[in-house]
């Protein structure tokens, strides 16, 4: 997100947003790109290359993690805006995209 966020402050085109992010890599991720370059297995778009990222370096339970941190989730101290920043934090991890009246059924039922 925070990177497409600079995207969007710089104006950064689509066709530069993959050369502009690769740019930055450091450590492993060089070398994995460079890996992508020597076997011609380039991502041509910034989507491909999240998509890439997301294969090669989250671990398959980190979806699942969020997803039981969204299951027990409770208000408890928290005051609603830190529930709901906690609540939308988790959302965004696992994939959910909710429509208002979902986000709105989910604060009344809790």
């Known amino acids: ?14 066709q530069h947003r993959v050369r ?11 070398i994995w790109w460079n ?12 989507e491909e290359l999240k ?10 339970s980190y979806k699942h993690e969020w997803h039981n941190k969204l299951q027990c989730l409770e208000w408890g101290n928290m005051s609603v ?11 965004i991890r696992c994939g959910i995209v909710e429509d208002m009246e979902d986000t709105i059924v989910h604060f009344l039922v809790v």
Not at 20 to 30: G, L, W
């Open 81 to 91: 805006q830190e529930y709901y920043t906690e609540f939308q934090k988790c959302a």
């Open 20 to 30: 502009q992010a690769t740019s930055e890599f450091k450590d492993f991720a060089i």
């Open 35 to 46: 890996g992508l370059v020597a076997h011609d297995a380039l991502p041509g778009t910034w």
């Open 1 to 14: 997100m925070t990177v497409e966020q600079k995207f969007s402050v710089h104006l950064v085109p689509e």
């Open 51 to 60: 998509i890439a990222m997301r294969d090669r370096f989250i671990p398959p």
